[in-house]
């Protein structure tokens, strides 16, 4: 076999202990989270050969790599926001297809919750007040703000409503409902989300995701690695990454994300069409994070996404695409950058261990998904990565 011809396969996934971890650090869930992916994929760590990480450490990936008792010979710590580990994903799967690597596992880890509650961390108003974010920071721009601001451009061109938005709240906490390692499972109405106290205009709390404890890890390997797993291949058939802008001035337009460009690249390089996905896994800081990423991929037309939210769609019993089927970051967990956690559920989903949860193919009950896509997104539209997953 030659290199750059070689399948890869998600072997091996895992989430640490999540929700409220009060008696565990950054580093101890990464371990926890590694552990249980190479345990779920039945692999030793010493096939490990490459390393992916972001967010952790002067040196990440290094110190973690150090913590986890492992010498990769490939590494990578790009680090766009919740878009990190879509993106990372994307690049483990060429190195391997490449032959620089043969397994590549990546971590990630957060007690953001716990060190709130600790006072070991406040709350800032941006990422930094140098280089482009200096012409905003002044005038009080948070990131809530800027996707309030987002949220609004679409109210305003396109007629979605307030009620829409909140029906994607509800919508992943009738999801989270049927996981039983969701931290919020207590079913929300419309009404609920709508009174709820007011954070950024149109946002209320629970157009908001939550903040939590956690880690989450996934292992890829070479196809001829997967005759030696305890567990069915998840193939990688197509991904693609973009980024699109630093300060809100240079976004060309409110209405439109990166997944725009990363979802049609992803889509083309796996051959296959939005149509045919089964179940989406999608970034989910805010409300409107869902709504438009639906559009930008390609499931609704552009300014269609509140009325195809609207019907139920998402959910996991009934709907017709099933999103965020563990809850999301709206109800499940959300510790950070978590787009590595959509893969850890797509992969579930794919391999039929959703439980209580688990979504079947179109038009098929009782058969597991053929195909599903995950796809992050980071900072406030900034980047974006997108994977199409699918299973034999």
């Not at 992943?172 to 007011?198: I, K, Q, W, Y």
């Not at 069409?273 to 438009?292: K, N, Q, W």
Request: glycine share 12%.
């Amino acid at each position: 076999m030659s290199p750059g011809s070689r399948k890869v396969a998600v072997v091996g996934v895992a989430l640490s202990d999540c929700g409220r971890v009060d008696d565990a650090t950054p580093y101890a869930l990464h371990a926890q989270a590694a552990r249980r992916a190479l345990a779920d994929a039945g692999l030793d760590r010493a096939v490990v050969d490459g390393f992916a990480s972001a967010g952790l450490g002067t040196l990440a990936p290094v110190e973690v790599a150090e913590y986890l008792g492992l010498r990769p010979t490939w590494v990578d710590s790009t680090s766009v926001g919740g878009s990190t580990w879509e993106v990372m994903a994307a690049h483990a799967a060429d190195a391997i297809a490449a032959g620089h690597a043969n397994a590549v596992l990546l971590v990630y880890g957060s007690t953001a919750r716990a060190d709130i509650k600790a006072g070991r961390r406040t709350g800032n108003l941006s990422f930094g007040s140098r280089g482009p974010l200096q012409f905003e920071v002044p005038y009080g721009h948070t990131l809530i703000a800027k996707y309030a601001m987002a949220a609004r451009r679409h109210m305003v061109e396109h007629g979605t409503t307030i009620e829409q938005l909140a029906q994607v709240a509800v919508q992943a906490r009738a999801n989270a409902a049927l996981n039983p390692e969701a931290m919020f499972r207590d079913p929300v109405t419309v009404d609920d989300v709508l009174s709820g106290p007011m954070i950024a205009d149109p946002f209320t709390k629970l157009h908001c995701c939550i903040r939590s404890d956690g880690g989450a890890a996934v292992l890829l390997a070479a196809e001829e690695f997967v005759r030696d797993c305890r567990t069915a291949p998840v193939w990688i058939l197509g991904a693609g990454e973009h980024v699109s802008h630093s300060a809100m001035s240079q976004w060309p337009d409110f209405t439109t994300g990166p997944a725009a460009v990363s979802g049609r690249l992803a889509f083309e390089r796996a051959g296959v069409r939005p149509d045919e996905i089964d179940f989406a896994e999608l970034y989910d800081a805010f409300t409107y994070m869902t709504l438009v990423t639906l559009e930008d991929l390609g499931f609704c037309g552009k300014g269609e996404g509140g009325a195809f939210v609207d019907k139920g769609r998402l959910l996991v019993r009934g709907g017709e695409l099933p999103v965020n089927t563990d809850g999301g970051g709206l109800s499940a967990q959300h510790p950070g950058m978590r787009g590595l956690f959509l893969l850890v559920e797509a992969v579930r989903q794919l391999r039929g261990e959703g439980g209580e949860r688990q979504v079947w193919r179109r038009g098929r009950t009782g058969e597991p998904p053929r195909l599903g896509v995950a796809s992050g997104t980071g900072g406030w539209f900034c980047s974006s990565g997108t994977l199409v997953l699918g299973r034999d």
